[in-house]
């Protein structure tokens, strides 16, 4: 711990989280597109190659993106840990991971198993190299906080759900005999739960109070939440592994309980705040908490009736729910939040506390985000009502696209009014 | 026993509360109360800073010889923040509630990230390295901050 301390100035540069935050609205703003013409076919069913495509663009493409920039750039503050070398491990995950998910989603849409085969084979070297990258540094760091125990079995989640994805790409490529569809809701229950859930409430523990001045959570909830969700997957696995379906549908039953439970006290916590304002980054969290409990009780609601989660509509329902109206709101909430931060510090620091930095909102204005976050709401509204009037899906899709090209209007905005900070900043310098 | 790292947290969590005041008057739209909060959140935040410049990081660099280190590094990060408050008191000076607003998202970012680093590595490190000063250390901080 000692060694990692010492040496806690060493944030990354911004271009390491950066590069994967400008990146990720590309996919949403491509998964958008494909919706836009597609049409109603894409969502039809689950199954469908422009369903399995526009997902994958936004559970790899944009979110596997911003959480593995986000956590590059977090772990040195939240929990000691140090990447070695973060500008060129970035360097290589980033063109991994983007190379690695445009394969995956041409193999997808156009129904092509070699590159499905290749997908498989880049994601799991670059999610593996990143592992690599952190697991040394974060073993000897102790787990002192349910931040950093969150951190470390999220890591396993990230094992889990990239595993299985390649086990399933490897199967639709080669036309292994394997149980498809209980494998797919596994791995989907590793991505959105033991990975995506597991790193939210880790992340959760310490931003919502910190951007909202709310209370803190409980300590023994946050500490016992991920691991109790850990276990209902790990449980979940058993029940496929041995075919015992009570099994799976039993923790899946939890799992959804302890999600409703998790979301239902972060918005508790959240009418407690004690900042000023309501910002954009706090109905963020609002909009992905509603949208994620009301995904969470239908997802309940099927282990109870095991033909609603067959249906076609219903599983489209809780998937645009939670990771639509969930996952991308709480990340760009928080991006919202930390690309402006870091733009601030890091002119902070060049202009070597001598020529002050611009504050936040010069990098990055509220009225451009709350735009952003208004086609975003309507978006998900419209999608929502198009999965039962098909003639809805194009404007749906629209308003998608539109939502996804403001954010990368947005953040590539900030990155060029962070450059021309930059430039300002030296030439003031020089002339001191 | 208190360690140093409950204490300085405990400290750390009262100033959130003096600045939450503030946040809180400026929600209602009373700038004068706000500016009275924030003023008063200043001086503890000072004193807070003041006395681990003055007393706890002295006494960790010491004992472990490491002078250019973590605490090089606070200092830094007390000279942006002391920054962020009078840009923050200015604006509520001149009655700008936008401005304020603006000033107060960064300078909260900054503290609590700040804290974070202190709570989570700094104070940990300290308790370790000063395990037999911590009494006589911690009735010195306490005075210190009472003064402030």
């Not at chain 1, 493409?61 to 986000?70: C, E």
Request: aromatic letters at 10%; one cysteine or more; charged letters at 15%.
């Amino acid at each position: 711990m000692e060694k990692a301390s010492l040496s806690f100035d060493q944030a990354p540069p911004f271009s390491a989280p950066l590069r994967f935050f400008l990146t990720a609205p590309l996919f949403a703003l491509l998964a958008g597109l494909l919706l836009l013409w597609e049409g109603p076919e894409l969502l039809l069913s689950r199954w469908t190659p422009g369903a399995l495509a526009a997902t994958h663009l936004l559970t790899i493409g944009f979110m596997l993106q911003t959480m593995l920039g986000a956590l590059i750039q977090i772990m040195p503050v939240v929990a000691g840990v140090n990447i070695e070398n973060p500008i060129v491990f970035a360097r290589w995950v980033h063109i991994g991971l983007t190379l690695g998910a445009l394969t995956l989603v041409s193999g997808f849409y156009f129904s092509l198993p070699t590159a499905l085969t290749i997908a498989a084979i880049v994601l799991g070297i670059s999610v593996s190299g990143f592992l690599v990258g952190v697991l040394r540094p974060l073993s000897r760091t102790p787990s002192t906080s349910p931040t950093i125990r969150g951190i470390k079995l999220a890591m396993l989640g990230l094992a889990g759900v990239v595993g299985l994805g390649m086990l399933l790409a490897f199967s639709l490529a080669h036309g292994w005999a394997l149980p498809l569809m209980a494998l797919t809701d596994l791995h989907a229950s590793w991505g959105l739960g033991a990975w995506g859930g597991i790193l939210l409430a880790a992340m959760a523990y310490v931003v919502v109070p910190m951007f909202q001045l709310t209370p803190g959570y409980q300590a023994r909830l946050s500490w016992w939440f991920p691991l109790l969700l850990m276990i209902c997957v790990g449980v979940w696995s058993l029940g496929v592994l041995l075919d015992v379906s009570i099994l799976g549908r039993l923790a899946q039953a939890v799992a959804n309980l302890l999600g409703i439970g998790f979301c239902g006290f972060t918005l508790r916590l959240q009418l407690k705040r004690r900042r000023a304002r309501a910002d954009v980054t706090f109905r963020y969290w609002q909009l992905g908490l509603t949208s994620a409990i009301f995904a969470l009780i239908m997802g309940l609601t099927a282990t109870l009736w095991p033909d609603l989660a067959t249906s076609n509509q219903w599983p489209i329902v809780v998937g645009l729910l939670l990771i639509v109206g969930g996952f991308l709101s709480f990340i760009t909430g928080m991006l919202y939040k930390i690309i402006p931060f870091l733009g601030w510090i890091h002119l902070q620091s060049l202009g070597e506390y001598k020529v002050p930095a611009p504050p936040m909102k010069k990098i990055l204005d509220e009225p451009a985000m709350n735009l952003q976050m208004l086609a975003h709401g309507v978006a998900l509204l419209v999608l929502l009502v198009a999965v039962f009037v098909p003639e809805l899906v194009r404007v749906g899709g629209l308003f998608f696209a539109i939502a996804s090209g403001l954010l990368v209007w947005n953040v590539f905005g900030a990155a060029r009014r962070y450059r021309q900070h930059s430039k300002l900043i030296l030439e003031k310098l020089g002339k001191l | 026993m208190t360690t140093i790292k409950n204490f300085m947290t405990e400290d750390h969590r009262h100033c959130d509360d003096l600045f939450a005041d503030a946040e809180q008057a400026i929600g209602k739209k009373d700038i004068a109360a706000a500016k009275g909060a924030f003023e008063h959140f200043q001086a503890a935040m000072l004193a807070h800073f003041n006395t681990e410049e003055k007393t706890l990081f002295p006494t960790f660099e010491a004992k472990t010889g490491m002078s250019m280190g973590p605490t090089q590094v606070m200092r830094m990060e007390h000279i942006q923040l002391r920054a962020l408050m009078e840009n923050a008191l200015e604006a509520l000076a001149q009655g700008n509630i936008d401005e304020y607003i603006g000033q107060a998202d960064t300078l909260v970012i900054m503290m609590q990230q700040h804290n974070m680093k202190e709570e989570n590595m700094l104070y940990p490190m300290c308790d370790q390295h000063l395990s037999a000063e911590t009494p006589d250390l911690l009735a010195h901080i306490e005075a210190e901050l009472g003064e402030g």
